[in-house]
């Protein structure tokens, strides 16, 4: 380099247009925006597979209890379900029992049991169960029978009398 060349080279400004700083931080905006609803999407997804491994520890359970009891289960007919965490748990001597990743800020995300019977004392003589839980990212619910089928059912089409599996 000559000496004027060099003199040049160190006079001349050198940084980022505005237009630069603009779309280099649109560009970080719109990265930022897709990131966060990809998170979201994982965390639901993260809540339902926390949900369907709770109902298959409640099923596990229950399966013990029944080993236990000649065959019969807790006898719960409640029209809406007995909530798994509270009532199940005690029927089945358990402590420390799961609820809901959602429990506390959304109270319609319970796991539920019903079996049937006609008196719902908790008893030993039920011969058929169903749990159940809302999945998030369907709006669905989560189903376990005693009868071994799991699945989903629709919520606009979900309804449980006497234990009776609606899969």
């Not at 237009?19 to 997804?45: D, H, K, M, P, Y």
């Not at 007919?77 to 005690?90: E, I, K, M, Y």
């Not at 989560?142 to 089409?157: F, I, M, P, Y």
């Amino acid at each position: 380099m000559t000496g004027k060349s060099k003199l040049k080279f160190l006079n001349s400004k050198s940084g980022f247009t505005l237009i630069e700083l603009l779309v280099v931080i649109s560009i970080i905006g719109v990265l930022a925006a897709l990131s966060f609803v990809s998170f979201t999407t994982s965390q639901r997804q993260a809540r339902d597979s926390a949900r369907k491994s709770d109902i298959k520890q409640y099923q596990s359970s229950l399966e013990a209890y029944a080993n236990n009891h000649n065959s019969l289960f807790p006898q719960r007919p409640n029209a809406g379900g007995a909530v798994a965490s509270t009532t199940l748990c005690s029927d089945l001597l358990l402590s420390g029992c799961s609820e809901d990743p959602k429990n506390p800020s959304d109270p319609t995300f319970t796991y539920r049991y019903q079996s049937d019977g006609a008196v719902s004392n908790g008893t030993a003589s039920a011969i058929k169960y169903i749990i159940w839980g809302k999945i998030e990212s369907t709006e669905n619910y989560w189903v376990v029978c005693s009868n071994g089928k799991v699945g989903t059912v629709a919520q606009s089409g979900f309804g449980v009398s006497g234990g009776n599996c609606p899969l």
